[in-house]
């Protein structure tokens, strides 16, 4: 069974950091473009950035560009996005997810993991 399994979540204060990973397992997610998106309460579930397993080819919101950092390790099948000097704005359920082609919004993506939240105290 296919599964994304996001940890890293937590409580920071505005400038501070996080790292979120996400674990995937159960099939071949090498031929896979993972993503994350966020989710504030009231609001759609936005594109934050994705990364494909070979090349590594990355692509990043602009709310998010020069502070976030998606990075993947294969060896692991783990998906991390590191988020420096985050803001309350950032505040939000982070998810990941898998896409089979190159996407940034959230219908294109066939599979998804359970969220973390992450929450930003001015």
């Known amino acids: 069974q296919e599964q994304l399994i996001e940890s890293g979540g937590g409580l920071v204060q505005a400038g501070g950091s996080l790292r979120l990973s996400c674990a995937a397992s159960?099939?071949?997610?090498?031929?896979?473009?993972m993503g994350w998106f966020r989710q504030a309460p009231g609001k759609e579930r936005d594109f934050v950035s994705c990364i494909s397993w070979r090349g590594g080819r990355t692509y990043y919101a602009d709310s998010v560009k020069g502070r976030f950092t998606i990075s993947t390790d294969n060896a692991v099948n783990t998906v991390y996005l590191q988020m420096n000097s985050l803001r309350p704005e950032d505040t939000a359920i982070y998810y990941c997810?898998?896409?089979?082609?190159?996407?940034?919004?959230?219908?294109?993506?066939?599979?998804w993991g359970q969220g973390t939240q992450v929450t930003v105290s001015s």
């Open positions: 159960g099939r071949p997610f090498s031929n896979y473009i």
């Open positions: 997810a898998a896409a089979p082609n190159i996407a940034t919004t959230a219908r294109e993506y066939s599979y």
